[in-house]
């Protein structure tokens, strides 16, 4: 695959090139809480309920956006609401005209670079079947 992501827009990108982007660190699947106040967005380390936490991916990613309400098809979003992604995340580095990091597969050629850069969810995120309540979420937001 040639460097699509550095010659093409986000919008011209075909599908196949859209996903290969995504490097399956998961942390667009945390919940997140808005301080109604500021506008301000805190991840938290509670993830989806369909979120599989070992290997990062959605167990239902082809119905993902009518089985849960509030999760989304980034490409159906408009690019500039990307803010609330992780700042390691290639959609929202390509939409600020950032470069990729070189643990990105696409440059490192291998899956296991995200983990060895710690951005993986499996390595600090719980389920949200294994909290008590959602109420409680604040306790989990991330540093
Ligand atoms: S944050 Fe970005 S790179 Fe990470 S899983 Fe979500 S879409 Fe993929
Ligand atoms: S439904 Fe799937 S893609 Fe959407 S937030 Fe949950 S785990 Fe992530």
């Known amino acids: 695959m040639s460097k699509f992501w550095e010659t093409k827009t986000l919008s011209t990108m075909t599908g196949e090139e859209w996903e290969s982007l995504c490097d399956g660190c998961g942390q667009c699947c945390l919940h997140k809480l808005e301080d109604e106040d500021t506008g301000d967005i805190y991840?938290?380390?509670?993830?989806c309920k369909l979120l599989d936490l070992k290997n990062c991916r959605?167990?239902?990613?082809?119905?993902r956006t009518e089985l849960v309400a509030d999760c989304m098809n980034l490409r159906d979003v408009d690019?500039?609401?990307?803010?609330w992604l992780p700042k390691t995340c290639a959609y929202r580095l390509l939409h600020e005209q950032k470069p990729l990091f070189?643990?990105?597969?696409?440059?490192s050629g291998q899956k296991n670079s995200v983990g060895k850069a710690g951005i993986s969810a499996s390595d600090f995120a719980i389920s949200e079947t294994a909290i008590e309540n959602m109420d409680d979420l604040e306790d989990y937001i991330l540093e």
Do not use: E, G, N, R
């Not at 991840?43 to 993830?47: C, L, W």
């Not at 690019?79 to 803010?83: C, G, L």
């Open 79 to 83: 690019f500039h609401q990307y803010d």
């Open 58 to 63: 959605c167990t239902k990613y082809s119905l």
């Open 43 to 47: 991840m938290t380390s509670v993830a």
């Open 102 to 107: 070189a643990w990105h597969p696409l440059i």
